[in-house]
T-cell receptor, first 115, second 115 residues
Framework: EAGVVQSPRYKIIEKKQPVAFWCNPI?????LYWYRQNLGQGPELLIR????????DSQLPKDRFSAERLKGVDSTLKIQPAELGDSAVYLC?????????????FGPGTRLTVL | DQQVKQNSPSLSVQEGRISILNCDYT??????FLWYKKYPAEGPTFLIS?????DKNEDGRFTVFLNKSAKHLSLHIVPSQPGDSAVYFC??????????????FGTGTRLLVSP
């Protein structure tokens, strides 16, 4: 079974440029998450989707970040315009619910460098 | 405010010996505790978990211990193998108002197992 797929794996852009990340979750997983992992830190949740609905986006900086999950499968995360502080690894994860907690399966991430 | 703390950024152990990774938390409402392992250029992968009502969970070479009174958990790896060399993240689930179990990660501990 294929895991969570993310692209691109690496992206280098200049500040003020736009950038987009793509995620394809594990087939059948209706819950999708975007995380940001800063250097030396653990992943932090940005947004969670249940099917195509964003149900938890309180951590998403809405002035420059946007996300969508059309048709409840693939998702894209966009930053426009990017700032130096946005340099991080952006991780996508999807969930199968087991007992009372979510076992989240993570993709390899997109490493963003903003110059 | 860091609710899940991993105070040791790195740990070096010889092959065959025990590795003990530690994690402290501040939120007494956490329901589940999980350990994720992360290799370079890959996303975190789930390793083992423990419910807040248990004090021990074992899976092969991996055992997680939970001390609720001390708000402390640890991951024991016995015997350690070179392939265990990775970054280990401690995480905890926090139930939100919507019933969603949000994962809160620590900063990670880099384990190096030398032959």
């Amino acid at each position: 079974e294929a895991g969570v797929v993310q692209s691109p794996r690496y992206k280098i852009i200049e500040k003020k440029q736009p950038v987009a990340f793509w995620c394809n979750p594990i087939s059948g997983h209706n819950t999708l998450y975007w995380y940001r992992q800063n250097l030396g830190q653990g992943p932090e949740l940005l947004i969670r989707y249940e099917n195509e609905e964003a149900v938890d986006d309180s951590q998403l900086p809405k002035d420059r970040f946007s996300a969508e999950r059309l048709k409840g499968v693939d998702s894209t995360l966009k930053i426009q315009p990017a700032e130096l502080g946005d340099s991080a690894v952006y991780l996508c994860a999807s969930t199968v619910t087991y007992d009372s907690y979510n076992e989240q399966f993570f993709g390899p991430g997109t490493r963003l460098t903003v110059l | 405010d860091q609710q899940v703390k991993q105070n040791s950024p790195s740990l070096s152990v010889q092959e065959g010996r025990i590795s003990i990774l530690n994690c402290d938390y501040t939120n007494s409402m956490f329901d589940y505790f999980l350990w994720y392992k992360k290799y370079p250029a890959e996303g975190p992968t789930f390793l083992i978990s423990i419910s807040s009502i248990k004090d021990k969970n074992e899976d092969g070479r991996f055992t997680v211990f939970l001390n609720k009174s001390a708000k402390h958990l640890s991951l024991h790896i016995v015997p350690s193998q070179p392939g265990d060399s990775a970054v280990y993240f401690c995480a905890a689930t926090e139930e939100m108002n919507t019933g969603f179990q949000k994962l809160v990660f620590g900063t990670g501990t880099r384990l190096l197992v030398s032959p």
